[in-house]
T-cell receptor
Framework: KAGVTQTPRYLIKTRGQQVTLSCSPI?????VSWYQQTPGQGLQFLFE???????NKGNFPGRFSGRQFSNSRSEMNVSTLELGDSALYLC??????????????FGSGTQLSVL | AQSVTQLGSHVSVSEGALVLLRCNYS??????LFWYVQYPNQGLQLLLK??????LVKGINGFEAEFKKSETSFHLTKPSAHMSDAAEYFC??????????????FGKGTKLSVKP
């Protein structure tokens, strides 16, 4: 079974641009969560999607958005990039998500650098 | 509200020595607790999880953790460190009602270095 796939692996953008990151979950998983990882803040929750609906949202500005498609693939978009958006963006999938003891399966992440 | 504190952002041990990574949690209800590991340039993978079945939980790669309710702790241990254990380790607690913190609250992480 293929794992969680994130594309692209690396991205370099300039301030003011926008970016779209993609995540393909493990087959059969309906929950996809996104996290931002930085050395200073650690792992911060962005949002979770389940069956094409956003179920939870973290404390990030509206420039961060996401969506999930009927095949459970998910994208996140960041508009008007700022230097502080430079981070590793991780996607994680699970069968049901929500408040359970489920294991999360993480992708390798997309390393975004904003210049 | 649930929270997780990992004591020590960096831990260094010699190969063959005991590994002890500390995690304390705060939860008003019985928690689900997890340890994840992140190797360089990779995502996180689950080491082990506590779901109230047993207080001593065994995970992959020889790691184990003990849930101590009286101390609100879930420390991760391994009797003998191996060079391949060098990575960053994250303790996490499952949140019952989701919300802005998401379904898992992660600690800040502890980087483990293993000296030959």
């Amino acid at each position: 079974k293929a794992g969680v796939t994130q594309t692209p692996r690396y991205l370099i953008k300039t301030r003011g641009q926008q970016v779209t990151l993609s995540c393909s979950p493990i087959s059969g998983h309906r929950s996809v969560s996104w996290y931002q990882q930085t050395p200073g803040q650690g792992l911060q929750f962005l949002f979770e999607y389940f069956s094409e609906t956003q179920r939870n949202k973290g404390n990030f500005p509206g420039r961060f958005s996401g969506r999930q498609f009927s095949n459970s693939r998910s994208e996140m978009n960041v508009s008007t990039l700022e230097l502080g958006d430079s981070a590793l963006y991780l996607c994680a999938s699970s069968l049901r998500g929500g408040s359970t003891n489920e294991k999360l399966f993480f992708g390798s992440g997309t390393q975004l650098s904003v210049l | 509200a649930q929270s997780v504190t990992q004591l020590g952002s960096h831990v260094s041990v010699s190969e063959g020595a005991l590994v002890l990574l500390r995690c304390n949690y705060s939860s008003s209800v019985p928690p689900y607790l997890f340890w994840y590991v992140q190797y360089p340039n990779q995502g996180l993978q689950l080491l082990l999880k506590y779901t109230s079945a047993a207080t001593l939980v065994k995970g992959i790669n020889g790691f184990e953790a003990e849930f101590k309710k009286s101390e609100t702790s879930f420390h991760l241990t391994k009797p003998s460190a191996h060079m391949s254990d060098a990575a960053e380790y994250f303790c996490a607690v499952s949140v019952y009602y989701g919300g802005s913190q998401g379904n898992l609250i992660f600690g800040k992480g502890t980087k483990l270095s293993v000296k030959p």
